[in-house]
């Protein structure tokens, strides 16, 4: 039999008390003694004078990948919210630019400075542990959280055989020893940060992490919706019943995930806590790896990710930030919707009316076709807009998603706004 879903309604405890209560998420394991998250070494650790100016150099120069044409801002364009040109579409790299990818390329705006470590809390208390429902896992960089550093992840590209395509460290380093700006490198990290293939791409990530923590472009905090939040702007009519439905627990309930308030020290809300979830989307035929059957991107459980493989955390996948969501044209972390509208209306109907969303085989739906059969037991049929009821009505009306949406839109950027004509929705 499946194992229960992990679900964000913690406790029955919390219940009784009238509360709802979100627990974030360490290891596969007993319940240990401090339920307190690691936290992440001080990115001020080591002061390099310089760095974040080299970070910008590196991240734009595209003579470090195998094609000699791919830079991280290929994929990450601050004029498109730092994301691709085409809205988050799903990329080809390599030596020749022709080896597919696996996943939508999100926004690098906002969450970078923010991301806790991944890891996974456990009630302290017995009887909470008793009455707890499982909690989910929260953090770490990329869709699947198994970056725990900045550096680490601005680095990783670097090797991706689908990405910039160096063979290794080595091949790496041949064409860094070649950039004009070698000599500055040294003298900013020191004669031997470049001693090694492997010291060199440990330096490149720093400064890449320092060039994406002290530039303020990664987080303007200029939407319409900052604006409202400090005073000086009203949202329109039809934005604030957006808004209202994003945060009704009974309705678009999309506030449980993508938080939307202050926080406690009065900064503007990011919309995502971080956490993992398991949503059922369908699965994208134009992924080429998808054309094996026998192939599923688990997230948290593989394929790139291999050091969780426990069960229920099969299919989860990162909680993505909504802000400059109106611009993207990939939804979800295969990008099988390229609407915002479609994306909205998937939560709103994927229990109420499958056959909208899944294919269908001798006359049945295949619901959740992009897991395995054993692993389906896992997706979220708890948390509102979806429902466990055998038959459910949907969350949200034709005219409630419009709503939501035109409220989205206000979580787009000045300066997005101004570059990018706002895609069909």
Known sequence: MPSPPLTR?????????????????????????????????????????????????????????????????????????????????????????????????????????????????????????????????????????????????????????????????????????????????????GADALATPERALATVGLALERYEIENPEFAPYSSRYDDFLDGKLALSEQEQRGLALFVAPDKGNCAACHTATRGANGAHPLFTDFSFQVLGVPRNPAIAANADPAFHDLGLCGPLRSDQRARRYCGMFKTPSLRNVATRRAFFHNARFDKLRDAVGFYATRDSDPARWYPQRDGVVQRYDDLPQELRGNVDHVDAPFSPSARPRAALSDADIDDLVAFLGTLTDRDVAAAIPPPAR
């Not at 319940?31 to 690691?38: D, H, L, V, W, Y």
């Not at 909690?135 to 990783?156: H, I, K, M, N, Y």
């Open 9 to 189: 309604r913690v406790s029955a405890w919390a219940a009784l008390c009238g509360a709802v209560l979100f627990a974030a998420g360490c290891h596969e394991a007993p319940a240990p003694e401090a339920a307190s998250a690691p936290q992440r070494p001080t990115l001020l650790q080591a002061s390099y004078p310089g760095a974040a100016a080299l970070g910008a150099k590196l991240y734009f120069d595209s003579s470090l990948s195998a094609s000699g044409r791919q830079s991280c801002a290929s994929c990450h364009d601050p004029a498109h919210a730092y994301t691709t040109p085409d809205g988050g579409r799903i990329q080809r790299g390599g030596a020749n630019l022709d080896q597919p990818g696996l996943r939508a390329v999100p926004s690098l705006r906002y969450t970078l400075r923010r991301v806790p470590v991944w890891s996974k809390e456990y009630q302290r208390d017995e009887t909470e542990r008793l009455l707890e429902l499982d909690s989910v896992p929260v953090g770490g960089l990329g869709w699947d959280g198994r970056f725990d550093t900045l550096r680490t992840q601005a680095a990783f590209p670097l090797l991706a055989l689908n990405e910039m395509g160096n063979a290794d460290a080595t091949a790496f380093a041949a064409r860094l020893a070649r950039v004009p700006y070698i000599d500055e490198l040294r003298q900013v990290f």
